[in-house]
């Protein structure tokens, strides 16, 4: 079974920026649809990004302009590269792909 495993998560100031990185153990070639969510303490898990086997890629109105979405499928790796964040970007971030479900999630935290 192909695992997905998200890091880059940790504690950074607000401003500041992390790029979250979600390795798959199998190839991501014919995945069509990947993408992060987010769950913050006591709320809904959240759609923050997706993109396509095309690349095309669709952005909560929350990351737009500050988040950015890439995926390199020789390495069958997703990004995340997030600046300028704020508190409330603070959240477990997971990452999903089409037929494979659901990382582990790793942890942001902005915070001075």
């Known amino acids: 079974q192909v695992q997905l495993i998200e890091s880059g998560g940790g504690l950074v100031q607000p401003g500041g920026s992390l790029r979250l990185s979600c390795a798959a153990s199998g190839s991501i070639f014919r995945i069509y649809v990947m993408g992060w969510y987010r769950q913050a303490p006591g709320k809904q898990r959240e759609l923050v990004a997706t993109?396509?086997?095309?690349?095309?890629?669709d952005y909560a109105d929350s990351a737009k302009g500050r988040f950015t979405i890439s995926r390199d499928n020789a390495k069958n790796t997703m990004y995340l590269q997030m600046n300028s964040l704020k508190p409330e970007d603070t959240a477990v971030y997971y990452c999903y792909a089409d037929y494979y479900g659901w990382g582990q999630g790793t942890q942001v935290t902005v915070s001075s």
């Open positions: 993109i396509t086997s095309g690349g095309t890629t």
